[in-house]
T-cell receptor, first 116, second 116 residues
Framework: NAGVMQNPRHLVRRRGQEARLRCSPMKGHSHVYWYRQLPEEGLKFMVYLQKENIIDESGMPKERFSAEFPKEGPSILRIQQVVRGDSAAYFC??????????????FGPGTRLTVT | GESVGLHLPTLSVQEGDNSIINCAYSNSASDYFIWYKQESGKGPQFIIDIRSNMDKRQGQRVTVLLNKTVKHLSLQIAATQPGDSAVYFCAENVGLTGGGADGLTFGKGTHLIIQP
């Protein structure tokens, strides 16, 4: 059973360009989460999605950032008009359908975005 | 060796000794806690979790202790090995019954260094 897959693993963008990060959850998982990690810091929650629905985007910046999880295909985190401050590692996690209050989340290897 | 709260970012222990990594959480409504291990350049790896109705949970070479009175979580690693070198994060979550957000809240992390 393949784990959470993310691509690309490394992405370099110039200021003002768009960045698209992809995440394929584990087989059987229907919930996807995106997190951002700055160097030497913990992960910060951005958004939680189920298929075709954004459930919680309380951690997502209001501008330039968007996320989707279509019926078919991977989840996409999109950053428009990137700035240097967007440089970070972006991690996707997935979890199975909820059974009780626990949300065991499994993480992908991350996409390291560098904005030049 | 033992770390204290989130203010000691590095813990150095001798190979073979037991390690104790501590974490203080802030949200008294949190009812689910997870410890993750993150190696350099990789995504967080699930180690062990515990729900708020438990005080202790054991896995293979790892034990998590939860003290809800003082909002304190610890991870004990027995017979520390070189492969245990990593940054360890605690994460908390408010469950559905508590009406909280679905993303995990991560601590800053403790870098565990194993000395031969």
């Amino acid at each position: 059973n393949a784990g959470v897959m993310q691509n690309p693993r490394h992405l370099v963008r110039r200021r003002g360009q768009e960045a698209r990060l992809r995440c394929s959850p584990m087989k059987g998982h229907s919930h996807v989460y995106w997190y951002r990690q700055l160097p030497e810091e913990g992960l910060k929650f951005m958004v939680y999605l189920q298929k075709e629905n954004i459930i919680d985007e309380s951690g997502m910046p209001k501008e330039r950032f968007s996320a989707e999880f279509p019926k078919e295909g991977p989840s996409i985190l999109r950053i428009q008009q990137v700035v240097r401050g967007d440089s970070a590692a972006y991690f996707c996690a997935s979890s199975p359908p909820l059974r009780g209050p626990a949300r065991e989340q499994y993480f992908g290897p991350g996409t390291r975005l560098t904005v030049t | 060796g033992e770390s204290v709260g989130l203010h000691l970012p590095t813990l150095s222990v001798q190979e073979g000794d037991n390690s104790i990594i501590n974490c203080a959480y802030s949200n008294s409504a949190s009812d689910y806690f997870i410890w993750y291990k993150q190696e350099s350049g990789k995504g967080p790896q699930f180690i062990i979790d515990i729900r708020s109705n438990m005080d202790k949970r054991q896995g293979q070479r790892v034990t998590v202790l939860l003290n809800k009175t003082v909002k304190h979580l610890s991870l004990q690693i027995a017979a520390t090995q070189p492969g245990d070198s990593a940054v360890y994060f605690c994460a908390e979550n408010v469950g559905l019954t508590g009406g909280g957000a679905d993303g995990l809240t991560f601590g800053k992390g403790t870098h565990l260094i194993i000395q031969p």
